[in-house]
């Protein structure tokens, strides 16, 4: 029963409707008492010679006045109970979302999207089970379980009850036994679906590279196998749930053997009428579903059990990144220091990122260079603050970053990462994500802003154009160039671009570029590129190799420099030359 407690905050978030439920569950386990009286008594006034039609129809009114009340207050605590438990659904549900929005990219590293999706769907659902389903079974098996065994012992015979109960032990210990097994087979299933979950969604994501790579029967035997350990893990689960109604089966068959027979020996002794003892097998009748939703709650209870402790373990979580009590909530802007002593990422034990230092004012732009690998894009994650664990400092406007709240430095960055991701819905609600007010014109001045306006204009519907899932219906640099919009048009105090430009031509690029240095001459930007021509136009560009500067200036200083960055840009110049400028896209 630990669970009902774990829920506590829930039931009494909503006691009167679960007081009410309750409560018209018991008026309902007393009404069923009715039924078997009157039977009982209708049978010895027949035996007797007794029954008189004036009689008969107050029996027949009795039972049909039950009858209505019994269904009308069915109905009601249906709504009451049965609301509540969807309503326990969209708070967990809700709760868990809003987690996951909190979590750091370290936390999604270490659950995968598939056992996410499993916690918010089948682990909900079962613990939803529990504050519906399982109320109802628990209060109305107790109310009437124990009603009519009051009402067998007081009304009818105290030692039938006794002697018809005694089988009742064994199936106590039987679902305690059962119970245990079924609720580590059942953890060990949601684990199974847990990764079906992630087999699917990782297949369906990757189902170029499969194809591509020749390896759709390797897929398809690997997500057989998936699905065969969930088959395997479920009939497990249900080869003990079958368990439970055989053996709560026998054990009633066992209480209807020693009511009859007894029953029948105190009708020849003469101290229990044959009505009374007919009365007695209808009581017996109404215990059958307590006894069998006895091992339902018990199922219901086990699942929902498992399912809470891993919502819990999730909901657990700590936030990488806080804020403060008296966070600032107002937008940054000005000028960009960062000095970063030494950041490691939580599962790593080496530092990748050591004496890393610049400043830029409001107006001017950052390039950051290097090598795959180098610390670029580690140090544009610590810029948007989502680790906050490092030796340093980073201001904004002269304010340490962590002394603004998270939703107002973060609205006041543009972020275009390497990956981009785009939404399946159309080109126009892409581009305004951000800011979904904004109206067709300025998205489209937006657009002719990254050079991706006439391609829209090529799309047989414009920009109500369906770009499909994570935009595979555009190509490398069209998604680039509407990551760079949904940045650009809520513009930003300080825009981030992370190799953004690396799928775009180089005419293209170069008047993305020019458009940028126009558009945003009062505002900040951070272009992190392999290429060195997205970064010849920035006020400062700092090369960074294994974590650390290892040079910085202009671009004519680097030159001069005569080190990587000039040794990278003469071959790439090269490069392109031989091209002939050719295109990426």
Request: proline share 2%.
């Amino acid at each position: 029963m630990k669970i009902f407690r774990d829920l506590g905050w829930f039931f009494k978030e909503r006691k009167m409707y679960y007081i009410f439920g309750v409560a018209i569950l018991f008026v309902i386990a007393l009404l069923q008492l009715v039924p078997p009286f009157v039977i009982g008594k209708v049978v010895d006034a027949i035996t007797a010679e007794s029954l008189t039609k004036e009689a008969l129809i107050k029996w027949i009114v009795i039972l049909s006045v039950v009858a209505v009340v019994t269904y009308l207050g069915r109905y009601v605590w249906r709504v009451l109970i049965f609301g509540s438990d969807n309503k326990l659904q969209r708070t967990l549900r809700l709760r868990l979302f809003e987690h996951l929005t909190k979590m750091s990219p370290f936390f999604f590293q270490r659950y995968r999207t598939g056992d996410l999706m499993a916690h918010a769907t089948n682990d909900i659902a079962a613990v939803q089970q529990v504050a519906g389903i399982g109320v109802l079974t628990l209060a109305d098996s107790v109310l009437t379980g124990s009603s009519v065994i009051l009402m067998m012992a007081i009304s009818i015979d105290w030692r039938l009850t006794i002697i018809a109960l005694l089988p009742m032990p064994i199936m106590v210990v039987g679902t305690s036994i059962l119970g245990k097994k079924l609720h580590e087979r059942f953890h060990s299933a949601q684990r199974s679906f847990s990764k079906l979950n992630d087999k699917t969604q990782e297949s369906i994501s990757g189902i170029k590279v499969t194809r591509t790579f020749g390896q759709e029967k390797e897929d398809i035997l690997d997500f057989s196998k998936q699905t065969s350990n969930v088959v395997r893990k479920n009939v497990a689960v249900a080869r003990v749930d079958a368990m439970f109604d055989p053996m709560i089966s026998i054990i009633v068959s066992i209480s209807f053997v020693l009511a009859i027979g007894f029953g029948s020996k105190f009708v020849v002794e003469g101290t229990l009428t044959i009505g009374q003892v007919i009365a007695f097998v209808n009581y017996l009748f109404l215990l059958i579903w307590p006894m069998l939703a006895f091992g339902f709650l018990y199922n219901i209870i086990q699942r929902g059990s498992a399912s809470y402790d891993r919502i819990t373990k999730l909901l657990q979580e700590k936030e990488d990144v806080v804020n403060h009590e008296n966070a600032l909530s107002t937008t940054p802007s000005g000028a960009l220091c960062a000095r970063i002593h030494q950041f490691t990422y939580p599962d790593e034990k080496e530092p990748v990122l050591q004496n890393v230092d610049f400043k830029i004012n409001a107006g001017e732009t950052l390039g950051i260079v290097g090598r795959t690998g180098a610390g670029k894009t580690t140090l544009l994650k610590l810029l948007l603050r989502e680790y906050d664990d490092y030796e340093g400092e980073i201001s904004f406007g002269g304010v340490k970053i962590q002394d603004y709240e998270t939703a107002s430095l973060r609205s006041a960055i543009g972020y275009v990462p390497q990956d981009q991701f785009l939404f399946s819905t159309t080109i126009l609600d892409n581009i305004r994500f951000g800011v979904p007010e904004k109206t067709l014109e300025e998205v489209v001045a937006t657009a002719q802003t990254v050079a991706v306006h006439e391609d829209i204009e090529g799309f047989p519907k414009g920009y109500q154009t369906i770009v499909g899932e994570r935009g595979v219906s555009l190509s490398g640099g069209q998604k680039q160039r509407l990551a760079i919009a949904r940045a650009l048009i809520m513009n930003p105090e300080l825009l981030i671009l992370d190799d953004a430009l690396s799928a775009v031509d180089a005419k293209t690029e170069e008047r993305i570029l020019e458009n940028l240095k126009t558009s945003r001459a009062e505002k900040t930007t951070i272009i992190s590129a392999h290429r060195l021509s997205s970064v010849e136009h920035a006020n400062l560009i700092i090369v960074v190799d294994k974590g650390q500067i290892v040079e910085r200036g202009t671009h004519q200083e680097l030159l001069v420099e005569n080190g990587w960055y000039a040794e990278m840009y003469r071959e790439q110049q090269l490069a392109e030359h031989l091209e002939g400028g050719g295109g990426r896209e």
